[in-house]
């Protein structure tokens, strides 16, 4: 083993794999970057927050669809979708654009419906007979893919068979 001083190499390699130490404390801008982040996510602009209520009392029907606007790849949601009609619907049809449900799998959907189709670039749910006064409440459970990264738009239709009755814009933002 050679002994004396260390070589000019054997320096330069032990120089670069110092540990050197953490600062003190963190940079202002570090926490305040952090603080910000974790209040955005407090107030659910980051995906997790409650629903958001889509309405349009038409006419006919007035309708409401409850979802979250924000979510993040990969989360669980629940959309309730409600129909009052104010006058009898013979064929009552709810259509879900497929824009909205791009990119999600959906779990649930109750109750179930008489008749299932897809037309016009719309799932289109067909119920029983709809009295005025009584109210269609429908629930949707699904989960967003983890590869989507894109925001997911489209209307909810309420038609009796071909008829439109009421419709709403859905836009709910994604986020990895």
Do not use: C, H
Request: charged residues 20%; neutral net charge; glycine residues 8%.
């Amino acid at each position: 083993m050679p002994t004396g001083p260390p070589s000019a190499a054997r320096v330069n390699v032990a120089l670069r794999f110092q540990v050197k130490p953490a600062p003190a404390a963190p940079s202002l801008v570090a926490l305040a970057f952090f603080l910000a982040l974790f209040v955005l996510a407090l107030r659910g602009a980051l995906g997790g927050g409650p629903p958001s209520l889509f309405s349009n009392p038409a006419p006919s029907a007035a309708l409401d669809v409850a979802v979250p606007d924000v979510l993040r790849t990969g989360e669980f949601f629940e959309m309730i979708i409600s129909v009052d009609p104010t006058v009898s619907i013979a064929r009552p049809t709810v259509g879900i654009e497929l824009g909205l449900w791009r990119g999600a799998t959906i779990n649930s959907f109750y109750p179930a419906a008489a008749a299932e189709s897809f037309r016009d670039g719309a799932f289109r749910f067909e119920f029983d007979r709809l009295e005025q006064g009584r109210i269609l409440v429908i629930k949707v459970d699904g989960q967003l893919n983890e590869d989507l990264i894109a925001p997911l738009a489209g209307k909810i239709i309420v038609s009796d068979g071909d008829r439109p009755l009421a419709s709403t814009d859905i836009r709910i933002k994604v986020f990895p």
